[in-house]
């Protein structure tokens, strides 16, 4: 396991803000697209990072530790949600549909980011942690092959993934959207393994280099897009080239800033850093508590992306002390699996 780096937890902040504000209604696609053209390939290109094998090569005590981490929390959020939106259309109608719950159970099996004709995903943000289990499944018995081979499964998955996605069929447990993650997950990987860290370690000089040609390399490769990427829907915009390019370069960019704030250490970072799984699966959530905040307060809220970095704010800074609590005391709910969080988590 890798120590601590001030920068991962930098990048895994900007990362949770990206994910809070694309949900937020900022009234405006363009800026939707481009976040969600590299925020989700952000986070399993974290994951790769500190992916890293047992050292006892035990599969059975892999496998625990990662239904523990990633399984267990979403089937608590899961649950949470289903009772959650089942009590608000009782209070609202005196009355729960019977085929509400049934669809509600499928949906938290299927695991997919939106609902079908026989299943109801009540919380669509919480796909990533099955597609994320899925793909530590997978790299643990791909992560000795040789890159050129780890490269053809990457291609192969998303292109299984891209087939399934065209025919309109469904994969459960979000596979499809774990093949098609997998590349990123794996250029992680590789970055971690590399020397290209340590030559960024040289110098703020090599930094900036990279940092303004991922941010070119970006926005030209966003400008020739179409449509939305959408991991969670294995959506790749009709072009797979430029899917991977623009993860990859948003990432990069993502990272050069953050290796440049290196030195910045607060307690604050660290945390959310340490609560972003908690963020990820209650920020829905507090969208109506800010709203009516707002409304108490007497303040108009401005569907705009300032508006939304500030709703934001507000919202990652209310989950500050939840997380701390649940260091204390409930630390499945951050993905841990004891409460002594001296390392980094994959989300």
Not at 43 to 62: E, Q, R
Not at 157 to 168: D, H
Not at 211 to 217: D, E, F, K, N
Not at 273 to 287: D, F, K, N, R, V
Request: charged share 10%.
């Amino acid at each position: 396991m890798k120590n601590r780096e001030s920068w991962i937890d930098l990048a895994k902040c900007i990362g949770i803000f990206l994910v809070v504000l694309w949900h937020y209604n900022m009234g405006n696609k363009t800026y939707t697209y481009f976040i969600y053209s590299f925020h989700m390939p952000l986070f399993f290109i974290i994951s790769g990072y500190l992916f890293h094998m047992p050292t006892d090569n035990k599969y059975s005590k892999y496998l625990k530790n990662n239904v523990k981490s990633l399984l267990v929390p979403y089937l608590i959020f899961g649950l949470f949600s289903i009772m959650y939106v089942a009590s608000s259309q009782y209070l609202k109608t005196q009355d729960i549909q019977d085929w509400f719950i049934m669809k509600s159970l499928g949906g938290l099996f299927l695991g997919i980011a939106h609902n079908t004709e026989y299943t109801i995903m009540n919380y669509v943000a919480l796909w990533f942690l099955p597609a994320l289990f899925v793909v530590r499944q997978i790299y643990y018995f791909i992560c000795r092959f040789k890159a050129y081979k780890k490269v053809i499964i990457c291609i192969l998955g998303i292109t299984i993934a891209g087939i399934f996605k065209y025919y309109g069929y469904l994969m459960p447990f979000s596979i499809g959207a774990a093949l098609s993650a997998l590349p990123f997950f794996f250029f992680g990987n590789f970055l971690s393994s590399s020397k290209y860290m340590d030559y960024l370690n040289k110098g703020k000089k090599q930094f900036i280099v990279v940092l303004i040609i991922s941010l070119v390399t970006l926005c030209v490769s966003f400008h020739f897009s179409s449509g939305m990427t959408d991991i969670a829907s294995s959506s790749t915009t009709n072009n797979l080239f430029l899917y991977l390019l623009m993860g990859i370069s948003g990432s990069l960019m993502v990272f050069s800033f953050c290796f440049l704030l290196n030195n910045i250490k607060l307690n604050f970072i660290q945390t959310v850093s340490e609560g972003t799984l908690l963020i990820m699966c209650i920020h829905g959530y507090c969208y109506g508590v800010v709203s009516m905040m707002y409304k108490c307060l007497g303040i108009t809220e401005y569907y705009s992306l300032c508006g939304g970095c500030w709703t934001v704010l507000i919202i990652i800074a209310m989950a500050y002390y939840p997380i701390i609590f649940c260091k204390k005391h409930l630390p499945l709910l951050l993905g841990k699996n004891t409460k002594k969080l001296t390392k980094i988590s994959t989300l």
